[in-house]
């Protein structure tokens, strides 16, 4: 159990900190391989390996990142997935009503946004029932809730955690699993930089057998080792993008094209008023107005395009949520 649970209640990844260069340079490394040596990490930013070892002990235990095994959330047992668009009563800060449902388990991601939802909120459910049951007597109870509007998910077609970093990332994207890759996926989901002799011992393989298995986890991309952070922690600008698709356009289609884009962070293939949820992430404001208005919006597949920008974001980690 990571030390900033208690009674049930997980805070997610820390919004509020202050992080020097040194810092940044450590997590955009360990955005780019987050098992990457202690040794390595020292070589390459002229640090003693006791300097990079504390630091980084010291950026986990305050849960200003987390260094996981990311995949597709389904693969991991979360068979129901939806996001809920939130209208609110303007007497209750919407704050304070994300503060609440950020305190449900099953979910992990809450926004405070701007737009025609006050909140933008997914959930990860073991199963449809499970589903139900977050909205209609945990959420819809809520005080200052007014009104859902639920966008089941069909895929989660792309998830990219990696913001710090320079250079082309590649994400992970949605794809099936065997039982051991699996569980090995799970396992990682705790703790990326995990030993393997751990692992093996936990799933009793042998330590050759983690080894070739996350390695053909990476190559094939349903599985990344990053440590992942609240890309508000650092000053990112952040929105969703809900798209309609143009008629006689393929979804899928649009969503890979999407994926390739070096902003894009997230792409959800959804039911509902709108076909796609996109995650976006830029530098600043200016950057992020620019890739909207010319890399979304004038792309004759897609009907129209809706913005959600984030104004708060309480972020968790699917092995906190399990």
Not at 26 to 32: D, S
């Amino acid at each position: 159990m990571p030390p900033s649970q208690k009674d049930g209640y997980v805070p997610g990844l820390t919004r509020g900190i202050e992080l020097d260069a040194t810092d940044r340079a450590l997590i955009a490394e360990l955005q780019v391989d987050g098992r990457v040596p202690f040794v390595e990490l020292g070589r390459r930013l002229g640090l003693s390996e006791k300097t990079v070892r504390n630091r980084v002990s010291a950026l986990l235990s305050s849960d200003v990142i987390r260094i996981i095994g990311l995949t597709d959330p389904r693969m991991l047992g979360f068979e129901a997935i939806a996001m809920v668009g939130l209208t609110t009563d303007p007497a209750v800060p919407a704050s304070q009503i994300a503060a609440e449902i950020a305190g449900i388990r099953d979910i992990d991601y809450v926004v405070v946004t701007t737009g025609r939802y006050s909140i933008m909120v997914e959930i990860l459910a073991t199963s449809p029932e499970r589903l139900r049951h977050v909205i209609e007597r945990q959420i819809g109870p809520i005080a200052g809730v007014r009104s859902m509007e639920i966008f089941p998910c069909f895929s989660l077609f792309y998830q990219k955690a990696r913001f710090l970093a320079e250079g082309p990332a590649s994400g992970v994207r949605s794809s099936p699993l065997s039982e051991l890759d699996r569980r090995l996926a799970m396992v990682l989901s705790t703790d990326g930089r995990m030993p393997f002799r751990v692992a093996a011992d936990r799933l009793g393989i042998s330590e050759t057998q983690v080894r070739a298995r996350v390695s053909a986890m990476l190559e094939a991309r349903q599985l990344s080792i990053l440590a992942i952070m609240n890309p508000l922690a650092v000053g990112r600008s952040v929105a969703w993008l809900g798209l309609k698709i143009a008629p006689g356009a393929r979804c899928e289609d649009v969503a890979s094209h999407l994926a390739d884009d070096p902003s894009v962070s997230y792409v959800f293939i959804c039911g509902g008023r709108f076909d796609l949820f996109v995650e976006v992430i830029c530098d600043n404001d200016s950057q992020l107005y620019s890739a909207i208005d010319k890399r979304f919006r004038s792309d004759r597949r897609i009907a129209n395009a809706e913005l959600f920008y984030y104004l708060d974001l309480h972020y968790k980690i699917l092995s906190d949520i399990d």
